[in-house]
């Protein structure tokens, strides 16, 4: 069983007790949290649900482990023969979930 939920403009593919990092939620580490936005749900029996866009009645519920930095990105612009050159870069705050199950 497992499902691809929108959480942060980006797709992630759960299973049940599955770890994942998604960016920042406001949540305190041991709170639960539910995600609606799923994408597509496969259950063990080889049944298959699809939404368009989302898959209604259906919700992953996890539980904040923590936060944690993403990696260090470098943003740099250079225009050629101009002497111009800027470097800049941020560091994303991200939030580990484990997931518990799925509510249909």
Request: no cysteine; net charge positive.
């Amino acid at each position: 069983m497992f499902a691809i939920i929108e959480s942060g403009g980006r797709q992630v593919k759960v299973t049940p007790g599955s770890i994942v990092e998604v960016d920042r939620i406001d949540a305190q580490p041991g709170d639960e949290v539910s995600i609606d936005r799923v994408l597509f749900l496969e259950k063990d029996g080889g049944e298959v649900f699809a939404g368009a866009p989302f898959v209604a009645n259906v919700k992953v519920v996890g539980v904040v482990d923590g936060e944690s930095r993403g990696p260090k990105i470098r943003v740099f612009k250079k225009k050629r023969r101009k002497g111009m050159r800027r470097t800049k870069g941020h560091r994303s705050t991200l939030t580990r979930v484990r997931i518990k199950e799925f509510v249909i």
